[in-house]
């Protein structure tokens, strides 16, 4: 057993005491140097990209279940909801907990106008995909250009010398 940590229910409770000093000196030292904590990431944590035809988001759901999740669209905007009950199983004491979160809610706005109605989303291997089709409106049109025999009212004129 050489070389091995055994943690005893003193043990840890002496290292969370330690962490948390560790805490509160490491913010003191922040303040005292003007230093500002940042933010704390967003959860979950989403990729957003777009192409011709659509934008495209991925979230990292690990361990939620189709039915705790939940994506809503208007025209600019995606919100992406989940909730999972903490459960311990009956006649089970629970030890430790470290998986406390039970819900969130991300909101993304997006730069151009999307197509609620054609949202699609799915959930495989703790992954959700959100494929947002964009509105006609804000897709790029391609504009034929023709030739026409410019009348003389349409042709170019010279500028004056002076003119810039």
Do not use: C, Y
């Not at 230093?35 to 990209?49: F, G, R």
């Not at 909801?81 to 819900?103: C, D, F, I, Q, S």
Request: charged share 25%; no cysteine.
């Amino acid at each position: 057993m050489r070389g091995t940590l055994i943690l005893t229910p003193r043990i840890d409770s002496l290292s969370r005491q330690f962490g948390r000093v560790f805490d509160a000196m490491t913010r003191q030292m922040d303040e005292a140097f003007g230093v500002t904590p940042s933010q704390p990431a967003a959860w979950p944590a989403v990729n957003l990209w777009h192409d011709e035809g659509a934008f495209h988001l991925e979230a990292e759901l690990p361990g939620f279940s189709l039915d705790e999740v939940e994506v809503t669209a208007t025209e600019n905007l995606v919100t992406v909801r989940g909730r999972r009950e903490r459960t311990t199983p009956e006649g089970a004491e629970t030890l430790r907990v470290e998986r406390e979160l039970t819900h969130f809610e991300r909101t993304v706005g997006l730069p151009l106008p999307i197509d609620p109605s054609r949202v699609e989303a799915t959930l495989t291997n703790g992954v959700l995909r959100v494929n947002m089709p964009k509105a006609e409106s804000a897709r790029p049109r391609k504009i034929e250009v023709r030739a026409l025999s410019a009348p003389e009212t349409m042709q170019a004129k010279s500028l004056p010398a002076n003119a810039s």
